[in-house]
């Protein structure tokens, strides 16, 4: 079965650096999405990575292993804004996204 | 502003009541996505339309039923729900060009339904 692991829920302290793990089992890969969800709002996109490697924007940054079926999206200079829920998805073979359950960070004075 | 607009934002419903959920997409999209979010669970997709044609339909119950009028709006109808259904309803689209390689959704703030 195709499968999304990632932590349910992290602390971090303002000003602070936080990495959030996902891993995935899928069937086929097409690349990796990272989206944040505020509270009662709608996930809003973040990153894409389809290439091993990290790509960098701004305070936000994604790396992809492919070999080892592994993401993370790591999080500069914390600030009080960045308290949301984390989802990694994956695109696999037949284009379709397949969700994690979601990373609910908690950022602290 | 997303782009993907969604009504009601909130929606309280018997068991025996008939209401609808609406999305409409203003980004010139050729899919839609129809998705449940319950707590601290995956969401689960539940329909896909992509050019107006209903490409997937996940196991979903009967009692609800969507349908895609044109490439900009798509409705969810609820009949008969059971409290189990409480949850939020997002909405997305995305452009569904595969020749790009990718295809990034964009959500809709989402429904929550309540059922008592």
């Known amino acids: 079965g195709q499968n999304i692991d990632q932590p349910t829920e992290m602390t971090a302290t303002e000003g602070a650096i936080v990495q959030i793990n996902c891993t995935y089992q899928t069937s086929g890969f097409n690349g990796l999405f990272w989206y944040q969800q505020h509270a009662g709002e709608a996930p809003t996109f973040l990153s894409y990575?389809?290439l091993d490697g990290l790509e960098e924007k701004g305070r936000f940054s994604s790396f992809l292993s492919r070999s080892k079926g592994y993401s993370y999206l790591l999080l500069k200079e914390l600030q009080m804004k960045d308290s949301a829920s984390y989802l990694c998805?994956?695109?696999?073979?037949?284009?379709?996204?397949?969700w994690g359950a979601g990373t609910k960070l908690i950022i602290k004075p | 502003e997303t782009g993907v607009t969604q009504t009601p934002r909130h929606l309280v419903m018997g068991m025996t009541n008939k209401k609808s959920l609406k999305c409409e997409q203003h980004l010139g999209h050729n899919a839609m996505y129809w998705y449940k979010q319950s707590a601290k669970k995956p969401l689960e997709l539940m329909f896909v339309?992509?050019?107006?044609?209903?490409?997937e339909n996940n196991s979903v119950p009967s009692r609800f039923s969507p349908e895609c009028p044109n490439s900009s709006h798509l409705f969810l109808h609820l009949h008969t729900l059971q409290p189990e259904d409480s949850a939020l309803y997002l909405c997305?689209?995305?452009?569904?060009?595969?020749?790009?390689?990718?295809?990034?959704?964009?959500f809709g703030p989402g429904t929550r339904l309540t059922v008592l």
């Open positions: 997305a689209s995305s452009p569904r060009e595969r020749e790009i390689g990718t295809d990034t959704q964009y």
């Open positions: 339309y992509s050019l107006e044609e209903r490409v």
């Open positions: 998805a994956v695109l696999d073979s037949n284009y379709q996204l397949i």
């Open positions: 990575n389809v």
